[in-house]
């Protein structure tokens, strides 16, 4: 009897560890560590979906690159640069918004947006920040073009430019523009239009990883996670910031006053395929190639995944 007990007890607990989500620990996460806009991945693995999921420092190539990622983060701009090799990538949550601004020096006779032209601006090419320089240019009739791009990496270095002079504008996302007005004092201006354009930071992942059941299933519960982290956020950002903190290294009274730039959905916005359609002819040089249609477009993008998520 009392052996017949331990088998039958033996079976509960296999059948009990079957249901236990010990496969969320297993999900690959990877995304920008030292970027503000992670904070609902991060809320969301720590606090939400498993004690001992684990965000990794990468973003979309990780997806491909040896098969590393089951999920990973980008803004939009990296989704249609990587699409192109990769047609299998599928985007299924818009993480956070993103604001940008330019940030100038007065005393380099600048004191309107047009007065950009001929000056030397620092930024990350191929990327959001870079599409935002793009687009403000474009509200004044100019273009690209008409400044000159200094790439200077690492980012922090940056702020250092500018205060040297060796540049005579910034834009790039938080908080190192922020450093980079901090840097000048009241030499500097700022430049900022909502309506131009911001970044949507998101969450991507495969065609090939979506049709895997059990993959699915762990995909569309950390969906449901950072949905939850999202909303706490926005009722509570306070309480995420010191995760913000450890992970990226930024000083807690930076995090906190660059906050606003920010906000955090936890959806798929409605115009995501919009601003994905009017990106792409920028994009679209880098590999000499023509700009792909809204139908192309659309594809890339998998709302299946949060419709999952919100139904359970």
Do not use: C
């Amino acid at each position: 009897m009392k052996k017949n007990n331990s088998a039958h007890a033996f079976i509960a607990l296999l059948v009990t560890l079957a249901w236990l989500p010990s496969a969320a620990a297993q999900l690959k996460i990877y995304g920008n560590t030292t970027t503000i806009e992670l904070a609902p991945v991060l809320l969301a693995a720590k606090d939400l979906y498993g004690d001992t999921t684990a965000v990794h420092n990468g973003g979309i190539p990780d997806l491909f690159d040896e098969d590393l990622a089951d999920v990973a983060t980008n803004a939009e701009t990296q989704a249609l640069r990587q699409s192109v090799d990769h047609p299998d990538l599928r985007t299924i949550l818009t993480v956070s918004e993103g604001w940008y601004r330019i940030v100038a020096r007065r005393s380099s006779g600048i004191s309107q947006l047009a007065d950009l032209r001929g000056k030397r601006i620092t930024t990350a090419p191929n990327t959001s920040s870079a599409y935002y320089l793009h687009k403000m240019l474009g509200t004044v009739g100019m273009t690209t073009a008409d400044v000159t791009i200094v790439p200077i990496t690492p980012l922090s270095g940056m702020p250092r430019a500018l205060a040297s002079r060796e540049v005579d504008a910034v834009t790039i996302w938080e908080p190192e523009i922020e450093n980079a007005a901090a840097a000048i004092g009241s030499d500097a201006i700022e430049f900022q239009d909502r309506r131009v354009y911001r970044e949507l930071f998101s969450l991507h992942t495969t065609a090939s990883k979506l049709a895997d059941p059990a993959k699915r299933r762990e995909i569309v519960g950390f969906v449901r996670a950072i949905v939850r982290a999202s909303e706490r956020i926005r009722a509570r950002p306070q309480e995420v910031w010191p995760l913000v903190v450890e992970r990226t290294g930024f000083d807690a009274a930076l995090v906190e006053k660059v906050w606003h730039h920010e906000g955090y959905p936890g959806t798929l916005v409605p115009d995501l395929l919009d601003v994905m359609v009017e990106e792409d002819p920028f994009i679209a040089p880098e590999r000499n190639r023509a700009p792909r249609t809204r139908a192309q477009l659309a594809v890339l993008i998998d709302a299946s995944v949060l419709r999952e998520a919100l139904a359970e």
